[in-house]
C-alpha cells in the first residue's frame, strides 16, 4: 500500500502539441501533483485547453514530451511510469490503468444510448468482473435517478443524463474523478445542483478529482484548490501552462 503523501498523480514538464490549419497551440504543465481525495479545479476560457490536460490525466492523449508522467495506483506499492508506457506503446496497460483507476464525466453525458441507466451505470465494473449492484441503489438514490434505473438515456432530460454520468463515473470506485465541463450543457439552476451533488459525492467516496469548467463562479469553494493557468501568444501560437 502506498503511503499517504504519494501523489496519485505527478507530472513534470509534461508538453503537448495541437496543431491545425493556421494556428498550433501548446500546453505545458511545468509541475502537477494531485494526493489522494483531492479536489483540483482547472478554471479559463473556452479554448484554454482544459479538454486537452483532462485528456493527458485521462491516458487518451499521449504527450509529446515529459520529464516525469507517473501514477500511484491505490492498490500497489510502486507508482506505474506513464510516460515510459506511452513511449513503448503499452496501450493495454494503459487502457487497463484507466478502466480500474479512473471515472470520466463528459460534458454531455457520454452515456451508451442501447443500454438502460443501470446497465450504463454498472458498465465499467462489469468491465471489471465486478458486481456494481450494490452500489447501483445507494448511488442512484444520491442522484435522485431511481425512478429512471430502467429506463434509456433518449428519455431522459440534459441535467438527469448528467446525474447518471456521475453514478457511471463512481459505481466502480476509481481513485480519480475526471470531470470535463460536467455543468456546461444544463441551465444554471440544473447546474448549481449538479455541482453541489457531484462535490459532495467524491468528497464522501474520498476520491481524488480534477474538474474542468469555464462556467462556475469564482467564488472560493471549500477544500477545492484551483490550479495555477496562464496564455502566452507569440507569433508561434498559443502556449498554455497549468501548475500546482
Ligand atoms: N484534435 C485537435 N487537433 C488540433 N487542435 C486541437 C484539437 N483539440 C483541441 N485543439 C486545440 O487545442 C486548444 C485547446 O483545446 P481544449 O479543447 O483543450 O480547450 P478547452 O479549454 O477544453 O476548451 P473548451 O472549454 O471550449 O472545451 C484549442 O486551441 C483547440 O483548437
Redesign the pocket.
Given at each position: 500500500m502506498t503511503s499517504a503523501a504519494t501523489p496519485v498523480y505527478c507530472c513534470r514538464a509534461l508538453v503537448k502539441q495541437?496543431?491545425?490549419t493556421g494556428?498550433s497551440?501548446s500546453?505545458h504543465v511545468p509541475t502537477f501533483e494531485l494526493h489522494a481525495g483531492e479536489i483540483i479545479l482547472?478554471r479559463?476560457?473556452?479554448?484554454?485547453?482544459?479538454?486537452?490536460?483532462?485528456?493527458l490525466l485521462a491516458l487518451a492523449l499521449r504527450p509529446d514530451a515529459a520529464e516525469c508522467f507517473v501514477f500511484q495506483p491505490p492498490t500497489t506499492a510502486a507508482p506505474v511510469d506513464l510516460w515510459a508506457h506511452w513511449q513503448r506503446g503499452q496501450y493495454d496497460a494503459l487502457a487497463s490503468l484507466r478502466r480500474h483507476h479512473l471515472g470520466y464525466i463528459l460534458?454531455t453525458g457520454g452515456l451508451l444510448p442501447f443500454l438502460t441507466v443501470r446497465e450504463n451505470i454498472g458498465l465499467t465494473a462489469r468491465l471489471l468482473g465486478r458486481d456494481a449492484t450494490a452500489m447501483i441503489g445507494p448511488l442512484a438514490a444520491r442522484l435522485q435517478i431511481t425512478v429512471h434505473l430502467d429506463t434509456y438515456p433518449r428519455q431522459l432530460s440534459l441535467g438527469e443524463r448528467q446525474r447518471v454520468a456521475i453514478a457511471r463515473a463512481l459505481a466502480h470506485q476509481p481513485a480519480v474523478i475526471l470531470a470535463?465541463?460536467p455543468t456546461?450543457s444544463l441551465d444554471p439552476r440544473n447546474a448549481q445542483i449538479i455541482r453541489e451533488l457531484l462535490l459532495e459525492l467524491v468528497r464522501e467516496s474520498g476520491t481524488a478529482a480534477v474538474i474542468?469548467t469555464?462556467d462556475w463562479d469564482d467564488e472560493p469553494i471549500t477544500g477545492v484548490r484551483v490550479l495555477n493557468h496562464r496564455l502566452a501568444s507569440t507569433a508561434r501560437g498559443?502556449q498554455?501552462y497549468f501548475w500546482t
Open positions: 495541437r496543431r491545425s494556428s497551440f500546453l482547472l479559463g476560457a473556452s479554448g484554454c485547453g482544459k479538454s486537452t490536460l483532462l485528456d460534458q470535463d465541463e456546461a474542468a469555464h498559443t498554455a
